[in-house]
């Protein structure tokens, strides 16, 4: 087996695997950007171990894999790895001992000292011990625009989420769908969080999301948001596709004006030969607040009984952390790495926006949702939010009301 610096120092701690063996990686990265993405860590942990990559996709959004994960590893049938984010989902199952420590694997490749913002190791730590292995860093708060569709349109391509809204019915007139959004409650809830965190004010959006204040919730930035949201539902009325992959191609294709998506969007703007700044614009905090959340994806490892499928589970820990697969990875994914020391200078000009406003510190950083708000809670508005955007006859307060409700119960 050949060894990177970076796999010599973590079997200074544990030791190797006694012979190439396979690992199961569960996931549900199965759009075209992802799958070329997962490649490039597939074909990483291969030539750097000698082990096999058992690929474990799982079609359909975490909200689908996710139970299905959680199902196989309560009931005794443990995969090698999994995808899940780095927060609190898996809180319960680091608690009933089911994930391993993966403490020794940090310690020997200093991700301490490399991982930045540091709050994404700190979501995968428990009582001070490590249990995942971060990989990238997704933000939410973005908006796509097809340039040629509003080319066809008569109008300007917006700056802002004012310009967007007010651009819409030139849209309606060119026959486009102004904005694209898929049915799932995950996509619903996507959009209601990047809206109110442009509307309601990044104070607002911290007392709500971070401190849980249900007076703020129900107060007057949050109605302003819900109304905001209330006229994106009508943007989005006739938008009938079911998965984001979908709702992004409307975009590719300029069938629709824009879209709120995570920066996960950008592989598939890659995959289709598009041209950041040309082709398409994207717009961070939909160009009125420069900030992002350091959400995103991370590999967990489950419990087992067998030492050679551990010894190639913190194999692969380190390797995920390794400087070529957060370039490799992340440039084919539309990510950010989770290493502050790479070169990311070949990333698009949307990268390099995100890359902009991750160096500039604290200021422009949230934490995600998953980092703040527990599966139970998250789940809780994303069922209201599916229910606000596909019923038009909700009113914004009667939500906003709703929504106050969940926050006050929040933990």
Known sequence: MKLTPSLLAMTAVFGTAAAAGELE??????????????????????????????????????????????????????????????????????????????????????????????????????????????????????????????????????????????????????????????????????????????????????????????????????????????????????????????????????????????DWAQGEFAMAGEVAGEDYSCLPGLGVNAVLDTGGDAIYFPVNDDPDVTAMQKELAAVLLSPEVQVAFNLAKGSLPVRGDIDMSTANACMQKGLEILAGGSDGILPSGDMSLTADTTGQVEDLMAEFWADSSMSAADAQARFAAIIADAD
């Open 25 to 262: 990686v569960t996931h549900w990265w199965t759009s075209g950007g992802e799958a070329a993405a997962v490649k490039t860590l597939a074909e990483t942990y291969e030539s750097q171990t000698g082990n096999a990559w058992v690929d474990g996709a799982i079609a359909g959004s975490g909200g689908t894999a996710r139970p299905i994960i959680i199902s196989r590893i309560l009931g005794g049938d443990p995969m090698g790895a999994t995808q899940m984010t780095h927060g609190r989902q898996a809180e319960e199952l680091i608690e009933a001992g089911m994930m391993l420590d993966i403490t020794d694997v940090a310690e020997a490749n200093g991700w301490t000292e490399v991982v930045n913002p540091p709050a994404l190791l700190d979501g995968c730590t428990v009582d001070g011990r490590i249990y995942c292995a971060p990989l990238n860093i997704h933000s939410a708060q973005w908006l796509w625009l097809s340039h040629k569709a509003f080319e066809e349109a008569g109008v300007a391509v917006p700056a802002n989420w004012d310009e967007f809204v007010a651009a819409a019915p030139a849209l309606k007139q060119a026959g486009k769908q102004p904005l694209a959004l898929g049915q799932q409650p995950w996509q619903s809830n996507l959009a209601f969080g990047t809206i109110s965190l442009a509307v309601a004010g990044l104070d607002a959006w911290k007392a709500v999301n971070i401190d849980k204040n249900a007076e703020v919730a129900a107060g007057p930035d949050y109605a302003a948001a819900f109304e905001a949201v209330a006229n994106a539902r009508e943007m989005a009325a006739g938008s009938n596709v079911q998965d984001w992959n979908q709702a992004t191609n409307m975009v590719i294709t300029d069938e629709a004006g824009g879209q709120i998506m995570g």
